[in-house]
T-cell receptor
C-alpha cells in the first residue's frame, strides 16, 4: 500500500514569494496534519484537518493556510515567504485526529527561502 | 498545555551497548505517549506507544514504560546496532487537537 506522499521533494523560493505544498494521505485516512521541522529541532504543529475541516491550528502567523479536499488530500500555502520559513515541511495522516491516534508521516518537502 | 522534555544529545554508543534516552512529560490527565524515530533523510516513523499509565510499549527491541509517578517515558534498548542510528522524538497529544514533539535526541552507533 502507498504511504503518505508529498510533493515537491525540494523547493527553492525567494523572500516574498508564495509556495504551495501538497500531501496525499494513506488511503482511508481522513485526517491530515502539517508540521514544520527546522534543522535540529522537533516538528512543530501547524494545522490539522479532519473530514475537510480545520480541527487544530498551531502558533503560526496568518501567512500560513491550508485546506483539505474531498479526496482527503491537502495543501499547505505560505505567503510572503521569510528566510525563517526555510525548513522541512512534514505531512502526516491518521484514521482519526492527530491527538487521538498514531500518525503516519510522509518524507517531507524541503523548502529553502533565499 | 501538554509538553515533553527530552535529554540533550547527541548520544554516541558502541554497537551492542545499552541505550537510554530520557523523556519526561507534563500533561493534563493521562494522554497516550509516543516515541517516533527519524532516520537520515526520511520522515518520522512511529516506533512505539503506550496508551495508559504502567503500559509498556515495545518494538524492534526498544521499550518504554509509561510511569505516572515519575512522569516519565524513557526509551531503552538492551543492545544497539549501527542501523539504530537516527533521531528519536518523544511526543504526546496536546490541547486543541495538536500534537507535541520533543526536540529530539540524535543517536549514533559506531561499529
Amino acid at each position: 500500500d502507498a504511504g503518505v506522499t508529498q510533493s515537491p521533494t525540494h523547493l527553492i523560493k525567494t523572500r516574498g514569494q508564495h509556495v504551495t505544498l501538497r500531501c496525499s494521505p494513506i488511503s482511508g485516512h481522513k485526517s491530515v496534519s502539517w508540521y514544520q521541522q527546522v534543522l535540529g529541532q522537533g516538528p512543530q504543529f501547524i494545522f490539522q484537518y479532519y473530514e475537510k475541516e480545520e480541527r487544530g491550528r498551531g502558533n503560526f502567523p496568518d501567512r500560513f493556510s491550508a485546506r483539505q479536499f474531498p479526496n482527503y488530500s491537502s495543501e499547505l500555502n505560505v505567503n510572503a515567504l521569510l528566510l525563517g520559513d526555510s525548513a522541512l515541511y512534514l505531512c502526516a495522516s491518521s484514521w482519526l485526529g492527530a491527538s487521538q491516534g498514531e500518525q503516519y508521516f510522509g518524507p517531507g518537502t524541503r523548502l529553502t527561502v533565499t | 498545555g501538554n509538553s515533553v522534555t527530552q535529554m540533550e544529545g547527541p548520544v554516541t554508543l558502541s554497537e551492542e551497548a545499552f541505550l537510554t534516552i530520557n523523556c519526561t512529560y507534563t500533561a493534563t490527565g493521562y494522554p497516550s505517549l509516543f516515541w517516533y524515530v527519524q532516520y537520515p533523510g526520511e520522515g518520522l516513523q512511529l516506533l512505539l506507544k503506550a496508551t495508559k499509565a504502567d503500559d509498556k510499549g515495545s518494538n524492534k527491541g526498544f521499550e518504554a514504560t509509561y510511569r505516572k509517578e515519575t512522569t516519565s517515558f524513557h526509551l531503552e534498548k538492551g543492545s544497539v546496532q549501527v542501523s539504530d542510528s537516527a533521531v528519536y522524538f518523544c511526543a504526546l497529544p496536546n490541547t486543541g487537537n495538536q500534537f507535541y514533539f520533543g526536540t529530539g535526541t540524535s543517536l549514533t552507533v559506531i561499529p
